[in-house]
């Protein structure tokens, strides 16, 4: 299945909000004290500022039982994503995220949807208390501190990091840091590594310089740069070291599946995982008018990107045609089948959980998928799921 022609993946033009509405405004002039978790839409925003208050996904909010629902097919997600939270908000512009700059004219930032979902907020001691409370019920394998680009996020995410780990015992549930490269120094990854953090991940999301500088950079009033973000990881390569690395990668933003592909070698190689996300329009963000990715494309970087990370299957074996689009697996269709069979290549991939090392603790339930149409699978498929995965790869029916 063919890539979208780049051109056609345009994001919209970021407009700048209101002078009043800018940084946090509203919320500030509110000023209104939190009063311990807050849920989006629950009533005015008060202000919650890192590292006392953190935000965390829906999914989370579930499992700590401060949200009310079920998760579809789930008992819990075994990862607990916190993300930092001030009344500014996010200062980047990335074209596929709710979290944007450009939605400060819309909606306050801890009312956001991020990954499809909201991310209620709770004060860091609660939540720290809680997973104490909960012992060894606790589902969580690991937690998770997503930085964003504000001027206090390096220091707020140490301050988060180390209240946790005075708390949490290390090898319990590890931590790991989705960071914000460009604020970011090598002393800062160096102190997040001798404050406990487990495992260090980059987002670079764009697989290209092109599509990088098109949907995080300049192209959209936004301050990231893929050197910046490529010189951290190298940083983190040396500090954290093989196997404590990772790299975020968005699937559908422009890219041809040669060129995906080869940062999931290029990372592989260095010692990291890749974490792949399947292009969701996110309501509100500057991309929400164009189309995720075609389920048969998805799938079949899934399953490359697997054999290349845990199969010891060569880059160089995989076939491409002059448009950069896999053709060939460079596997026998047995081997191949077999593969596909366990289902694992399937589940969301991202930092280690403590079950097998291919299997992720971070879940991401739904983040890049409506249930009904699942991209990333946050429970291991079963024979129905997998007939469904089999009709998407175009392999025959078993
Ligand atoms: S830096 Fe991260 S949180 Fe901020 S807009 Fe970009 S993707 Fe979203």
Same mark, same amino acid.
């Given at each position: 299945?063919?890539?979208?022609?780049?051109?056609?993946?345009?994001?919209?033009?970021?407009?700048?909000?209101?002078?009043?509405?800018?940084?946090?405004?509203?919320?500030?002039?509110?000023?209104?004290?939190?009063?311990?978790?807050?849920?989006?839409?629950?009533?005015?925003?008060?202000?919650?500022?890192?590292?006392?208050?953190?935000?965390?996904?829906?999914?989370?909010?579930?499992?700590?039982?401060?949200?009310?629902?079920?998760?579809?097919?789930?008992?819990?997600?075994?990862?607990?994503?916190?993300?930092?939270?001030?009344?500014?908000?996010?200062?980047?512009?990335?074209?596929?995220?709710?979290?944007?700059?450009?939605?400060?004219?819309?909606?306050?930032?801890?009312?956001?949807?991020?990954?499809?979902?909201?991310?209620?907020?709770?004060?860091?001691?609660?939540?720290?208390?809680?997973?104490?409370?909960?012992?060894?019920?606790?589902?969580?394998?690991?937690?998770?501190?997503?930085?964003?680009?504000?001027?206090?996020?390096?220091?707020?995410?140490?301050?988060?990091?180390?209240?946790?780990?005075?708390?949490?015992?290390?090898?319990?549930?590890?931590?790991?840091?989705?960071?914000?490269?460009?604020?970011?120094?090598?002393?800062?990854?160096?102190?997040?590594?001798?404050?406990?953090?487990?495992?260090?991940?980059?987002?670079?999301?764009?697989?290209?310089?092109?599509?990088?500088?098109?949907?995080?950079?300049?192209?959209?009033?936004?301050?990231?740069?893929?050197?910046?973000?490529?010189?951290?990881?190298?940083?983190?390569?040396?500090?954290?070291?093989?196997?404590?690395?990772?790299?975020?990668?968005?699937?559908?933003?422009?890219?041809?599946?040669?060129?995906?592909?080869?940062?999931?070698?290029?990372?592989?190689?260095?010692?990291?995982?890749?974490?792949?996300?399947?292009? $969701?329009?996110? &309501? *509100? !963000? +500057?991309? @929400?008018?164009?189309? #995720? /990715?075609?389920?048969?494309?998805?799938?079949?970087?899934?399953?490359?990107?697997?054999?290349?990370?845990?199969?010891?299957?060569?880059?160089?074996?995989?076939? $491409?045609?002059? &448009? *950069? !689009? +896999?053709? @060939?697996?460079?596997? #026998? /269709?047995?081997?191949?089948?077999?593969?596909?069979?366990?289902?694992?290549?399937?589940?969301?991939?991202?930092?280690?959980?403590?079950?097998?090392?291919?299997?992720?603790?971070?879940?991401?339930?739904?983040? @890049?998928?409506?249930?009904?149409?699942?991209?990333?699978?946050?429970?291991?498929?079963?024979?129905?799921?997998?007939?469904?995965?089999?009709?998407?790869?175009?392999?025959?029916?078993?």
């Amino acid at each position: 299945m063919a890539c979208h022609p780049v051109h056609e993946l345009r994001p919209r033009r970021p407009e700048e909000a209101p002078a009043a509405l800018r940084n946090g405004g509203l919320v500030k002039r509110q000023g209104l004290t939190p009063q311990g978790p807050y849920r989006p839409g629950q009533g005015a925003t008060p202000v919650m500022v890192s590292p006392d208050y953190v935000q965390m996904s829906t999914a989370a909010a579930v499992t700590l039982g401060m949200a009310p629902g079920k998760l579809y097919r789930c008992a819990c997600t075994r990862c607990l994503n916190l993300l930092l939270t001030y009344p500014e908000g996010c200062r980047a512009n990335c074209a596929y995220c709710g979290l944007a700059r450009h939605r400060e004219s819309q909606r306050n930032y801890a009312d956001r949807n991020f990954i499809r979902v909201d991310w209620p907020a709770a004060p860091l001691a609660w939540i720290i208390e809680r997973v104490e409370a909960m012992g060894a019920a606790c589902p969580f394998q690991r937690m998770c501190i997503s930085m964003i680009t504000h001027p206090r996020s390096d220091d707020d995410t140490k301050r988060v990091l180390a209240a946790w780990t005075s708390r949490i015992e290390r090898a319990r549930i590890p931590v790991s840091i989705l960071s914000n490269p460009t604020t970011m120094t090598e002393r800062d990854v160096q102190e997040l590594h001798d404050l406990g953090a487990d495992i260090f991940t980059v987002a670079l999301d764009a697989a290209t310089p092109e599509l990088f500088e098109r949907t995080r950079g300049k192209g959209v009033a936004s301050p990231h740069s893929w050197a910046k973000y490529w010189a951290i990881f190298e940083v983190a390569r040396t500090i954290f070291g093989p196997g404590r690395i990772g790299m975020h990668l968005i699937v559908g933003l422009g890219e041809t599946d040669r060129e995906l592909l080869a940062v999931c070698d290029r990372l592989h190689r260095a010692g990291g995982l890749s974490h792949l996300f399947c292009f $969701f329009p996110e &309501a *509100g !963000s +500057l991309m @929400d008018h164009l189309p #995720a /990715p075609p389920r048969s494309r998805w799938r079949r970087l899934q399953l490359a990107r697997y054999l290349l990370e845990f199969r010891e299957h060569p880059f160089a074996a995989f076939g $491409f045609d002059h &448009a *950069g !689009s +896999l053709i @060939d697996f460079g596997l #026998a /269709p047995d081997a191949l089948a077999a593969v596909v069979r366990t289902g694992v290549p399937f589940r969301t991939s991202g930092c280690p959980g403590k079950d097998r090392p291919d299997v992720s603790a971070c879940d991401r339930p739904y983040g @890049d998928s409506p249930p009904s149409d699942i991209a990333s699978y946050p429970f291991q498929p079963n024979g129905g799921d997998l007939r469904r995965i089999r009709q998407q790869l175009g392999l025959p029916a078993r």
